[in-house]
Protein backbone atom coordinates (compact mmCIF):
# COMPACT_ATOMS: atom_id res chain seq x y z
CA UNK A 1 0.00 0.00 0.00
CA UNK A 2 2.96 2.17 -0.15
CA UNK A 3 2.69 4.95 -2.95
CA UNK A 4 3.76 3.93 -6.60
CA UNK A 5 6.51 6.12 -6.56
CA UNK A 6 8.54 4.59 -3.72
CA UNK A 7 7.38 1.01 -5.30
CA UNK A 8 9.46 2.05 -7.89
CA UNK A 9 12.03 3.34 -6.60
CA UNK A 10 12.57 0.06 -4.27
CA UNK A 11 12.17 -2.47 -7.02
CA UNK A 12 15.37 -0.59 -9.24
CA UNK A 13 17.11 -0.23 -5.79
CA UNK A 14 16.86 -4.01 -5.01
CA UNK A 15 17.54 -5.12 -8.84
CA UNK A 16 20.35 -2.84 -8.82
CA UNK A 17 21.75 -4.60 -5.54
CA UNK A 18 21.13 -8.16 -7.33
CA UNK A 19 24.75 -10.12 -7.02
CA UNK A 20 25.87 -13.48 -8.54
CA UNK A 21 27.08 -16.33 -6.25
CA UNK A 22 29.64 -19.59 -6.84
CA UNK A 23 26.39 -21.66 -6.28
CA UNK A 24 25.85 -25.61 -7.19
CA UNK A 25 22.36 -26.26 -8.49
CA UNK A 26 19.83 -28.08 -6.88
CA UNK A 27 17.51 -29.41 -9.82
CA UNK A 28 14.47 -30.64 -8.38
CA UNK A 29 14.98 -29.05 -4.93
CA UNK A 30 11.43 -27.32 -4.22
CA UNK A 31 10.61 -23.71 -2.80
CA UNK A 32 8.08 -22.62 -0.14
CA UNK A 33 7.07 -19.42 0.70
CA UNK A 34 5.06 -18.52 4.09
CA UNK A 35 1.62 -17.39 4.61
CA UNK A 36 1.45 -14.82 5.61
CA UNK A 37 4.99 -12.52 5.57
CA UNK A 38 6.12 -9.57 5.29
CA UNK A 39 4.41 -6.29 6.07
CA UNK A 40 1.72 -6.00 8.75
CA UNK A 41 -1.13 -3.74 8.77
CA UNK A 42 1.51 -1.18 11.64
CA UNK A 43 4.38 -1.22 9.31
CA UNK A 44 2.40 -0.44 5.86
CA UNK A 45 0.92 2.44 8.03
CA UNK A 46 3.89 3.91 9.05
CA UNK A 47 5.68 4.17 5.69
CA UNK A 48 2.27 5.70 4.56
CA UNK A 49 2.66 8.49 6.93
CA UNK A 50 6.30 9.00 5.73
CA UNK A 51 5.75 8.77 2.41
CA UNK A 52 2.54 10.85 2.28
CA UNK A 53 4.37 13.84 4.54
CA UNK A 54 6.70 13.97 1.83
CA UNK A 55 4.19 14.16 -0.81
CA UNK A 56 2.10 16.86 0.93
CA UNK A 57 4.70 19.05 2.62
CA UNK A 58 7.73 18.28 0.84
CA UNK A 59 11.27 17.39 2.30
CA UNK A 60 12.91 17.73 4.46
CA UNK A 61 10.95 15.27 6.79
CA UNK A 62 12.50 14.18 10.20
CA UNK A 63 11.75 10.72 11.18
CA UNK A 64 13.02 9.80 15.18
CA UNK A 65 14.40 6.67 14.78
CA UNK A 66 13.86 4.65 11.81
CA UNK A 67 10.11 4.49 11.47
CA UNK A 68 10.14 0.68 10.40
CA UNK A 69 13.57 -1.89 11.18
CA UNK A 70 14.27 -2.70 7.95
CA UNK A 71 17.37 -1.21 6.13
CA UNK A 72 16.14 -1.40 2.66
CA UNK A 73 12.91 0.59 3.66
CA UNK A 74 14.93 3.19 5.60
CA UNK A 75 17.27 3.81 3.10
CA UNK A 76 14.18 4.19 0.29
CA UNK A 77 12.85 7.28 1.99
CA UNK A 78 15.82 8.56 2.62
CA UNK A 79 16.51 8.84 -0.51
CA UNK A 80 13.12 10.65 -1.24
CA UNK A 81 13.94 13.62 1.10
CA UNK A 82 13.71 11.37 5.09
CA UNK A 83 15.99 12.81 8.00
CA UNK A 84 16.40 9.90 10.40
CA UNK A 85 17.84 11.10 14.15
CA UNK A 86 18.20 9.79 17.33
CA UNK A 87 16.88 12.02 19.36
CA UNK A 88 14.69 15.18 19.08
CA UNK A 89 17.45 17.44 20.15
CA UNK A 90 19.02 16.46 16.69
CA UNK A 91 16.26 18.71 14.44
CA UNK A 92 16.82 22.40 14.15
CA UNK A 93 14.61 25.23 15.59
CA UNK A 94 13.59 25.87 11.46
CA UNK A 95 14.05 23.34 8.16
CA UNK A 96 16.29 24.76 5.64
CA UNK A 97 11.83 26.11 3.91
CA UNK A 98 12.22 28.26 7.34
CA UNK A 99 9.43 26.37 8.35
CA UNK A 100 8.38 24.73 12.27
CA UNK A 101 10.21 20.86 11.10
CA UNK A 102 7.94 18.52 10.79
CA UNK A 103 8.67 15.53 12.86
CA UNK A 104 7.22 11.83 12.40
CA UNK A 105 7.63 9.15 15.50
CA UNK A 106 8.42 5.91 14.54
CA UNK A 107 5.78 2.86 14.83
CA UNK A 108 7.51 1.47 17.82
CA UNK A 109 6.19 4.50 19.72
CA UNK A 110 7.68 7.01 21.78
CA UNK A 111 7.47 7.74 25.86
CA UNK A 112 5.42 10.84 27.34
CA UNK A 113 8.68 12.68 27.49
CA UNK A 114 9.42 12.94 24.41
CA UNK A 115 5.98 13.70 23.30
CA UNK A 116 6.35 16.44 25.67
CA UNK A 117 9.60 17.82 24.24
CA UNK A 118 7.82 17.74 20.57
CA UNK A 119 5.14 19.72 21.77
CA UNK A 120 7.38 22.35 23.96
CA UNK A 121 9.32 22.33 20.73
CA UNK A 122 6.36 23.41 18.61
CA UNK A 123 6.97 20.87 16.20
CA UNK A 124 4.21 19.95 13.66
CA UNK A 125 4.12 16.02 14.65
CA UNK A 126 2.62 12.83 12.74
CA UNK A 127 2.62 9.93 15.09
CA UNK A 128 3.54 6.61 12.74
CA UNK A 129 3.16 4.23 16.47
CA UNK A 130 1.25 0.80 15.51
CA UNK A 131 -1.84 1.25 17.15
CA UNK A 132 -1.33 -1.99 18.96
CA UNK A 133 1.85 -0.64 20.46
CA UNK A 134 -0.53 2.34 21.23
CA UNK A 135 -2.73 -0.16 23.09
CA UNK A 136 -0.16 -1.12 25.15
CA UNK A 137 0.55 2.38 26.14
CA UNK A 138 -2.57 2.84 27.28
CA UNK A 139 -2.51 -0.38 29.35
CA UNK A 140 0.20 0.82 31.20
CA UNK A 141 -0.78 4.51 31.50
CA UNK A 142 -3.99 2.89 33.19
CA UNK A 143 -2.38 0.55 35.47
CA UNK A 144 -0.08 3.58 36.64
CA UNK A 145 -3.47 5.54 37.27
CA UNK A 146 -4.79 2.80 39.25
CA UNK A 147 -1.80 2.83 41.81
CA UNK A 148 -0.20 -0.82 40.12
CA UNK A 149 3.51 -1.07 39.27
CA UNK A 150 3.89 -2.20 35.56
CA UNK A 151 6.01 -5.27 34.80
CA UNK A 152 6.56 -5.02 30.84
CA UNK A 153 7.87 -8.24 29.24
CA UNK A 154 10.42 -7.24 26.54
CA UNK A 155 13.91 -6.76 24.98
CA UNK A 156 15.86 -3.96 27.02
CA UNK A 157 17.41 -1.06 24.29
CA UNK A 158 14.29 -1.57 21.80
CA UNK A 159 12.43 1.43 20.93
CA UNK A 160 9.42 -0.10 21.72
CA UNK A 161 10.33 -1.34 24.86
CA UNK A 162 11.54 1.98 25.50
CA UNK A 163 8.64 4.28 24.28
CA UNK A 164 6.30 1.54 26.49
CA UNK A 165 8.47 1.86 29.48
CA UNK A 166 8.11 5.76 29.34
CA UNK A 167 4.19 5.49 29.63
CA UNK A 168 4.30 5.28 33.70
CA UNK A 169 3.73 8.02 35.92
CA UNK A 170 6.26 7.12 38.60
CA UNK A 171 5.20 10.34 40.36
CA UNK A 172 2.39 7.90 42.03
CA UNK A 173 5.24 6.36 43.95
CA UNK A 174 5.02 3.14 41.56
CA UNK A 175 7.54 1.55 39.24
CA UNK A 176 7.83 -0.24 35.94
CA UNK A 177 9.69 -3.39 35.74
CA UNK A 178 11.67 -5.02 32.86
CA UNK A 179 11.75 -8.49 32.49
CA UNK A 180 13.21 -10.72 29.43
CA UNK A 181 12.98 -14.06 30.68
CA UNK A 182 11.98 -16.89 33.52
CA UNK A 183 15.29 -16.03 35.54
CA UNK A 184 14.35 -12.20 35.61
CA UNK A 185 11.02 -12.76 37.42
CA UNK A 186 13.00 -15.04 39.79
CA UNK A 187 14.56 -12.06 41.20
CA UNK A 188 12.38 -9.53 40.71
CA UNK A 189 11.45 -7.13 43.54
CA UNK A 190 8.28 -4.79 44.04
CA UNK A 191 6.85 -3.03 46.48
CA UNK A 192 3.13 -4.28 46.49
CA UNK A 193 3.21 -7.63 44.71
CA UNK A 194 -0.71 -7.15 45.47
CA UNK A 195 -0.95 -4.51 43.22
CA UNK A 196 0.53 -5.53 40.10
CA UNK A 197 -0.10 -5.77 36.62
CA UNK A 198 1.70 -7.10 33.04
CA UNK A 199 2.20 -6.26 29.81
CA UNK A 200 4.21 -7.18 26.82
CA UNK A 201 6.37 -5.76 23.74
CA UNK A 202 4.52 -6.44 20.45
CA UNK A 203 6.69 -8.43 19.01
CA UNK A 204 8.18 -11.43 20.80
CA UNK A 205 8.15 -14.87 20.81
CA UNK A 206 4.70 -16.46 21.94
CA UNK A 207 6.54 -19.66 23.29
CA UNK A 208 9.21 -17.41 25.54
CA UNK A 209 6.23 -15.01 26.34
CA UNK A 210 4.47 -17.28 27.80
CA UNK A 211 6.53 -19.11 29.79
CA UNK A 212 7.35 -15.73 31.49
CA UNK A 213 3.89 -15.02 32.36
CA UNK A 214 3.59 -18.64 33.54
CA UNK A 215 6.52 -17.85 35.94
CA UNK A 216 5.39 -14.01 37.10
CA UNK A 217 1.54 -15.87 37.96
CA UNK A 218 3.49 -18.41 39.67
CA UNK A 219 5.14 -15.80 42.42
CA UNK A 220 2.73 -13.21 42.07
CA UNK A 221 -0.58 -15.04 42.18
CA UNK A 222 -2.96 -11.50 41.97
CA UNK A 223 -1.29 -10.00 39.11
CA UNK A 224 -3.12 -8.43 36.68
CA UNK A 225 -2.87 -9.19 33.05
CA UNK A 226 -4.22 -7.28 29.67
CA UNK A 227 -7.57 -8.51 28.82
CA UNK A 228 -6.14 -9.25 25.18
CA UNK A 229 -2.82 -10.22 24.65
CA UNK A 230 -0.36 -7.25 23.77
CA UNK A 231 1.87 -9.56 20.95
CA UNK A 232 0.17 -8.36 17.55
CA UNK A 233 -1.72 -10.50 15.83
CA UNK A 234 1.03 -10.46 12.26
CA UNK A 235 3.74 -11.43 15.76
CA UNK A 236 1.52 -14.90 16.28
CA UNK A 237 0.16 -15.22 12.36
CA UNK A 238 4.29 -15.04 10.94
CA UNK A 239 5.18 -17.25 13.89
CA UNK A 240 2.62 -20.37 13.46
CA UNK A 241 2.85 -20.64 10.31
CA UNK A 242 7.37 -20.38 10.72
CA UNK A 243 6.49 -23.17 12.32
CA UNK A 244 4.26 -25.34 9.63
CA UNK A 245 7.54 -24.27 7.12
CA UNK A 246 10.14 -25.60 9.34
CA UNK A 247 8.46 -28.88 9.39
CA UNK A 248 8.63 -29.13 5.91
CA UNK A 249 12.08 -27.70 4.87
CA UNK A 250 15.10 -28.14 4.92
CA UNK A 251 16.68 -24.51 5.16
CA UNK A 252 14.36 -21.66 6.03
CA UNK A 253 15.81 -17.52 5.00
CA UNK A 254 14.09 -15.42 7.06
CA UNK A 255 14.26 -11.56 5.16
CA UNK A 256 14.22 -9.39 7.60
CA UNK A 257 17.36 -6.65 9.14
CA UNK A 258 19.33 -7.91 12.08
CA UNK A 259 17.91 -5.31 14.38
CA UNK A 260 14.06 -6.25 13.35
CA UNK A 261 13.01 -8.10 17.18
CA UNK A 262 10.33 -9.93 14.95
CA UNK A 263 12.81 -11.30 12.06
CA UNK A 264 14.94 -12.36 14.69
CA UNK A 265 12.12 -14.37 16.53
CA UNK A 266 11.13 -16.10 12.84
CA UNK A 267 14.65 -17.20 13.06
CA UNK A 268 14.61 -18.69 16.15
CA UNK A 269 11.58 -20.40 16.37
CA UNK A 270 12.65 -22.34 13.07
CA UNK A 271 15.88 -23.15 14.60
CA UNK A 272 14.32 -24.36 17.88
CA UNK A 273 11.96 -26.45 15.63
CA UNK A 274 15.68 -28.38 14.03
CA UNK A 275 15.73 -26.65 10.79
CA UNK A 276 18.76 -24.69 9.83
CA UNK A 277 17.63 -21.20 9.20
CA UNK A 278 19.39 -17.85 8.57
CA UNK A 279 18.12 -13.98 8.58
CA UNK A 280 19.33 -12.39 5.45
CA UNK A 281 18.71 -8.52 4.53
CA UNK A 282 18.61 -9.13 0.67
CA UNK A 283 19.86 -11.78 -1.80
CA UNK A 284 23.46 -10.59 -1.13
CA UNK A 285 23.96 -12.51 2.37
CA UNK A 286 23.18 -15.86 0.86
CA UNK A 287 25.95 -18.34 0.96
CA UNK A 288 26.61 -20.63 -1.32
CA UNK A 289 27.60 -23.35 1.97
CA UNK A 290 24.17 -23.11 3.37
CA UNK A 291 22.54 -24.92 0.26
CA UNK A 292 24.75 -28.11 0.46
CA UNK A 293 22.97 -31.08 0.59
CA UNK A 294 19.73 -29.27 1.36
CA UNK A 295 16.62 -30.11 -1.06
CA UNK A 296 13.37 -28.26 0.54
CA UNK A 297 14.08 -24.60 0.81
CA UNK A 298 11.52 -22.57 3.29
CA UNK A 299 11.46 -18.91 2.64
CA UNK A 300 9.66 -16.16 5.13
CA UNK A 301 9.86 -12.47 5.83
CA UNK A 302 9.67 -10.16 8.91
CA UNK A 303 6.71 -7.97 9.27
CA UNK A 304 8.98 -5.01 8.16
CA UNK A 305 10.54 -6.16 5.35
CA UNK A 306 9.15 -5.59 1.69
CA UNK A 307 7.89 -8.26 -0.63
CA UNK A 308 10.37 -6.97 -3.52
CA UNK A 309 13.15 -9.00 -1.19
CA UNK A 310 11.63 -11.94 -0.78
CA UNK A 311 11.02 -11.92 -4.52
CA UNK A 312 14.74 -11.52 -5.06
CA UNK A 313 15.66 -13.92 -2.50
CA UNK A 314 12.96 -16.44 -4.61
CA UNK A 315 14.50 -15.61 -8.13
CA UNK A 316 17.53 -16.55 -7.16
CA UNK A 317 16.31 -19.87 -5.37
CA UNK A 318 14.62 -20.81 -8.86
CA UNK A 319 18.20 -20.43 -10.34
CA UNK A 320 19.19 -23.07 -8.59
CA UNK A 321 16.08 -25.56 -8.79
CA UNK A 322 14.70 -24.61 -11.67
CA UNK A 323 11.29 -25.15 -9.72
CA UNK A 324 7.94 -22.48 -9.11
CA UNK A 325 7.95 -21.69 -5.94
CA UNK A 326 4.76 -22.57 -3.82
CA UNK A 327 2.68 -20.88 -1.16
CA UNK A 328 1.92 -22.78 1.66
CA UNK A 329 -1.80 -21.38 2.77
CA UNK A 330 -2.36 -19.38 5.85
CA UNK A 331 -4.08 -16.90 7.45
CA UNK A 332 -5.64 -13.89 5.64
CA UNK A 333 -4.81 -11.21 6.69
CA UNK A 334 -7.16 -7.59 5.78
CA UNK A 335 -6.14 -5.53 8.57
CA UNK A 336 -5.85 -1.87 7.66
CA UNK A 337 -4.91 0.89 10.05
CA UNK A 338 -6.48 4.22 9.62
CA UNK A 339 -4.41 7.68 8.43
CA UNK A 340 -3.97 10.68 9.85
CA UNK A 341 -6.48 12.44 8.89
CA UNK A 342 -4.45 15.22 7.35
CA UNK A 343 -2.34 12.96 5.15
CA UNK A 344 -5.82 10.98 4.22
CA UNK A 345 -5.85 10.64 0.63
Known amino acids: MTPDNTSQATSTQANSAVQQF ?6 GAEIKLANPRGFCAGVDRAIDIVNRALDVYGAPIFVRHEVVHNKFVVDT ?4 GAIFVDELHDVPVVDILGRKPIVIFSAHGVSQEVQREAGERGFNVFDATCPLVTKVHLEVARYSAEGRECVLIGHARHPEVEGTMGQYNKSTGGDIYLVESVGDVATLQVKDPRKLAYVTQTTLSMDDTAKVIDA ?10 PR ?9 NRQDAVKQLALESDLLLVVGSPNSSNSNRLRELAERMGCEAYLIDRVDDLKPEWFVGKRRFGVTAGASAPEVLVQQVVDRLQELCGQ ?3 EVPGVEENIVFRMPRELAR
Open 22 to 27: EFTSTP
Open 77 to 80: LRQR
Open 216 to 225: LRERFPDIEG
Open 228 to 236: KKDICYATQ
Open 324 to 326: APK
